[in-house]
């Protein structure tokens, strides 16, 4: 098996949603998200495209229901003992095989979680899944219950976040070797990828972001590339990646002289990250941690160029994003602990004057103030 943690940590915890399960009151809990599949087990594919379903009981005994293509994927990359296969057919109906495998399982009656809230279980075939237990079992949404057990980092985990951050900033060491007027964004984008690919790194669970001129306003990967000019700018949000696990950055570079606004921006953005890093302890929610943020924006007259989240919680992530649930947004109450790896990004965009600037980077939270997983400067970066 290719397992990355020791037996106990899995069986740690294992025991903690098992204890969330009796405090539930469920006899059972599906499991679609594959970052709860790969926390809970080891198990790691890509095969959350199609259905596939971790059944967990009460007494933590589970039974992995999937394709055939992922039957040997399991056995070698998790510690799922049970596994059953579903047969791709016209017009296969996977939730009656779950339905029969959970009757098999006694479970005719019971009060059951669902994990809803993810990519791996789609509309189509959540409505399946409803229409064949609607009346087999007690149904309650259980969207929230293994993300809110990763929230928390074990030591192991945080020293995965923390080697991903070493690429995070060996990925940025190799950028600027390229960046200067007249580079290529394929260039630096290629060069990108393969400095945390080549450092024993994985691939992202959602594209690196690169873009300059006036596509340095755009927040997402798109197609096509371009090169720099002698006075340009450009945005760049990338993770390295090691495990699965993330620890995210972004800043936008400028060649040439820098404007008057990109000064302006930068000096809000700045101020702005202090902010939020000073807000990641314990007497803070992450709704307060945006607040901070806001505040600040609207300071320097920007809350029309400032985006509604400066960040989130990261950790193991498949596609199609590195983030976690769990956001700095308004009202949000979760509180911040010790031991939660966040990812604050500081995100103005002027449209006005085609204008970006970009500050992020990942934090450990502690028991005192939080730590920069970044050995780079928050310095504005001019080539």
Request: hydrophobic share 40%.
């Amino acid at each position: 098996m290719a397992l990355h943690f020791e037996p106990e940590e899995y069986a740690a915890r294992r025991d903690r949603l098992k204890l969330k399960m009796d405090e539930e009151k469920l006899d059972a809990i599906l499991l679609f998200a594959q970052e709860s599949m790969y926390w809970l087990t080891g198990y790691d594919s890509f095969g959350f495209g199609f259905f596939q379903c971790l059944i967990v009981k009460s007494d933590g005994s589970m039974v992995l229901l999937t394709r055939a293509a992922d039957l040997r994927q399991a056995r070698h990359t998790s510690n799922i003992d049970n596994i059953i296969q579903w047969t791709d057919r016209d017009n296969a109906n996977p939730a009656v095989d779950l339905r029969n495998l959970l009757s098999e399982l006694d479970l005719l009656g019971s009060r059951i979680g669902i994990e809803y809230q993810t990519h791996g279980l789609t509309g189509s075939n959540a409505r399946k899944l409803d229409d064949q237990l609607q009346s087999f079992a007690k149904i309650i949404d259980a969207s929230s219950f293994v993300d809110q057990l990763r929230l928390l980092k074990s030591p192991a985990e945080i020293g995965f976040i923390k080697k991903a951050a070493e690429l995070s900033d060996e990925v940025l060491d190799r950028a600027l070797e390229l960046i200067q007027a007249g580079a290529s964004e394929a260039d630096i984008l290629a060069a990108m990828i393969s400095a945390n690919i080549a450092a024993n790194g994985d691939f992202p669970a959602n594209d690196y972001s690169i873009g300059s001129g006036k596509d340095a306003l755009l927040c997402r990967y798109k197609a096509g590339r371009r090169k720099l000019n002698k006075n340009d700018q450009l945005t760049l949000e990338w993770s390295g990646v090691y495990r699965h696990y993330h620890a995210p950055m972004m800043r936008t570079v400028l060649t040439g002289k820098p404007s008057k606004r990109h000064l302006e921006l930068y000096e809000a953005a700045s101020e702005a990250l202090a902010v939020v890093e000073k807000s990641l302890n314990a007497t803070s929610s992450f709704g307060d941690v945006f607040e901070s943020y806001a505040k600040v924006m609207e300071a320097h007259d920007l809350t029309r160029h400032r985006m509604n989240v400066c960040g989130y919680s990261v950790g193991a992530r498949f596609a199609p994003t590195w983030m976690e649930p769990q956001m700095f947004n308004a009202g949000n109450p979760e509180r911040i602990q010790p031991d939660m790896t966040l990812c604050a990004n500081i995100i103005i965009m002027d449209s006005d004057t085609e204008t970006a600037m970009t500050l992020g980077q990942t934090y450990l939270t502690t028991n005192a103030e939080a730590v920069s997983l970044t050995r780079h400067s928050t310095e504005l970066i001019v080539k």
